[in-house]
């Protein structure tokens, strides 16, 4: 029982006073004793909690013996660490005295501030790890995904000057002004903590980030931590804690201490990891970012669980086939019309399989079905997932890229190589804004861009990311109601076999403009950066250019294209997009050069459709007169079609007759190898 202080069995009959026991007398009634908690609910519910919770407290490192003493806590909200601890301020100057030999504890610095805290054990008896009680709810003070942070800093009351307090920036409480509000997005990733929901739609994923209260932004960093925290979503309240807990005894007056980069044991990369708060000059590593070894293309294979497929005889089908399609692409089902291609509900009587999904099974599949052909080829995310498109596009011109490639760097495998790259730009006085991409979510979810490093530090402590160079000098476009705006190209390509290489490219392409003039500033206005409105519930879809046709009417590449002329005048598109088509082939030579699964690999059975997203940049030629380069931003599997399938009801007839007819003479598309 809860507050039990010793051992034990159940409580006997109540003892007789010797008179009783002298006369024999019955006991007077004793009263009924209040009725004890129901063990067996708790018992029941603490199983629950263990099923439910148990794999990522056991993940977070939280020892079992602290688990039923949070779920009391986390049912009950209870917040007892001032019970335990205080928090006390401290001259930094003081901390810094003997420099950081055996893990001394240093205090991060604040601007404008002399003073720092430390949070030390309060309780006269000191704190003991193995007590089940000595687990602690550490409260958050701000909460956010990062695209509505400036937002609620200038909105939600109270919470600027509450951060500026807790972030030691002078603020006295006057209305928000931006100057404040910048200081605190600077200052933010000294004290941001996230975590991300594992259930949910794409956009209910994005990574969440938090500010823990003051008690647990106080918490300073050791090498030699004598705390561990993590985040903790409780689903029944739908509220989020970090646990606090202790890594051995403490006595009173020890300091709590955590690791900012636990769990890290390279040197370097903890180095890096805690720039943030203690700088270092890292311009002596090598920023050279050569192709990973086969082995990391391995591991990615068995992360994905993909079967390589066996060898097979290719398809043969006569011309009068009628092939059977079984499809979950809604787009395909009603816009696939041609009189070759039929419809199936039983996947095993298909001789097309055109799914939504990715296949994994290669393996028995070509044991199995060796004549069934699918929409997708094995090892095909060395092309579609951005750290892998990075590593493949190396084998055209070496460690630092290809030219139609913005320099990437992969935030898990290259930190140094990327601080070392950053600081030696900034050193020369260099552009510095790069964006950070997720590996493999499109529609520019939880994508940023900075050109702060501690930020892009700290990205990498959500979800894998990639760091690409952004795109300081794009070449843009005017729109007469808006400015001169960003605009992206998608061109779809079809790629028929990778032995030997035959790709094809539809011969129409897509536009999207961004909402607002282009300039680099404003760096979290969507609508400014971004040129991808229709899945942004509160952005104005824009897809139109003025001068050209109404802003609600998708604009034709062929209306684009001599407006495009006329704005850059000695710049003809046919030799824009000859240039966009070189890159095209050059990706896909780069990606099947090598076997699976360091390359595509050439199953007979396997066809594709892939979006290849582009923008074009200024570049200069060695003579020094401007060119326009393009640069691929992703390549997307099973692209939205539905703009596709409104302007060009055949679109999917095409698509269907140049992969699997190999009829591609009287379609919409341009051979490229």
């Not at 070496?398 to 070392?420: A, D, H, I, K, Y």
């Amino acid at each position: 029982m809860e507050g039990d202080a010793g051992g034990g069995g159940p409580p006997g009959p109540p003892e007789r006073s010797e008179a009783e026991a002298a006369t024999g007398a019955p006991p007077e009634p004793e009263p009924e004793p209040e009725p004890e908690p129901d063990a067996e609910a708790a018992a029941r519910a603490q199983a629950e909690f263990a099923a439910l919770y148990g794999p990522a407290l056991r993940a977070s490192g939280v020892p079992e013996r602290y688990w039923a003493r949070l779920l009391h806590k986390l049912q009950h909200e209870v917040l007892d660490a001032g019970e335990m601890f205080g928090i006390m301020q401290v001259q930094e100057a003081e901390e810094e005295e003997g420099g950081d030999a055996g893990g001394a504890v240093r205090c991060r610095s604040s601007p404008g501030r002399e003073l720092c805290y430390k949070v030390i054990v309060t309780h006269e008896d000191g704190l003991s790890a193995d007590d089940p009680n000595s687990i602690f709810l550490v409260d958050h003070a701000w909460t956010c995904r990062l695209d509505h942070a400036r937002r609620q800093l200038q909105q939600l009351p109270g919470l600027l000057q509450r951060m500026a307090g807790l972030m030691g920036i002078a603020f006295h409480g006057e209305l928000p002004r931006a100057h404040v509000v910048d200081q605190v997005l600077e200052e933010m990733w000294k004290f941001n903590q996230t975590y991300q929901l594992a259930h949910g739609t794409a956009e209910e994923k994005v990574p969440v980030w938090y500010i823990m209260d003051e008690f647990g932004s106080r918490i300073q960093h050791s090498d030699t931590p004598s705390f561990a925290m993590a985040p903790f979503f409780y689903t029944p309240q739908e509220a989020a804690y970090t646990l606090l807990w202790p890594l051995r005894d403490l006595a009173t007056g020890e300091e709590v201490t955590r690791d900012y980069a636990y769990g890290e044991t390279d040197p370097l990369i903890r180095k890096c990891m805690l720039l943030p708060w203690f700088p270092a000059d890292l311009q002596d590593v090598s920023c050279h970012t050569p192709e990973p070894p086969d082995q990391h293309y391995q591991a990615i294979l068995q992360e994905s669980k993909e079967t390589l497929p066996v060898l097979i005889e290719t398809p043969q089908y006569s011309r009068e086939h009628i092939f059977k399609v079984h499809t979950d692409v809604l787009q395909v089902y009603q816009n696939l019309t041609h009189p070759r291609f039929v419809f199936t509900s039983r996947e095993a009587e298909a001789d097309i399989l055109h799914h939504f999904s990715h296949f994994k099974d290669y393996r028995s599949f070509s044991r199995e079905r060796p004549h069934v052909m699918l929409n997708q080829f094995p090892c095909e995310s060395l092309l579609t997932v951005k750290d892998c498109l990075a590593a493949v596009a190396r084998r055209v011109a070496g460690p630092e890229g290809p030219p139609w490639l913005p320099r990437t760097f992969n935030l898990r495998t290259e930190l140094p190589q990327f601080v070392s790259y950053f600081q030696q730009r900034e050193k020369r006085g260099e552009d510095n804004h790069w964006i950070c991409k997720p590996w493999n979510l499109a529609r520019s979810l939880d994508t940023h861009i900075s050109k702060n490093l501690n930020s892009i530090i700290r990205h990498r402590e959500s979800t894998p990311k990639v760091v690409c160079k952004y795109i300081e000098d794009p070449v843009l476009f005017l729109r007469e109601d808006v400015g001169l705006v960003k605009f992206d190209l998608r061109y779809v390509v079809l790629l028929r076999s990778v032995d030997p290489l035959r790709l094809f490219v539809y011969d129409v392409f897509w536009l999207r403009f961004s909402n607002r003039p282009f300039s680099l500033d404003d760096l979290d206005d969507y609508e400014k950066h971004f040129t991808v409105m229709n899945y942004k519930p509160d952005a104005t879809l824009k897809q139109g250019a003025p001068g050209l046709t109404s802003l609600s009417v998708q604009v034709h590449c062929q209306q684009f294209v001599p407006e495009f002329e006329k704005q850059n005048p000695g710049f003809r598109w046919k030799q824009v997009q000859a240039s966009i088509f070189q890159m095209f082939i050059e990706l896909l030579e780069a990606a099947s050069a090598r076997p699976p699964p360091l390359g595509l690999c050439g199953y007979p059975s396997s066809r594709a459709v892939y979006a290849i997203d582009l923008m074009l940049k200024w570049d200069r030629r060695p003579d020094g007169t401007r060119t326009m380069q393009p640069q691929i931003l992703e390549v997307n599997f099973n692209p939205d079609c539905e703009r596709a399938c409104q302007f060009h009801p055949t679109f999917f007839n095409d698509v269907f007759s140049t992969l699997y007819l190999d009829d591609f003479e009287c379609c919409n598309v341009t051979r490229l190898t």
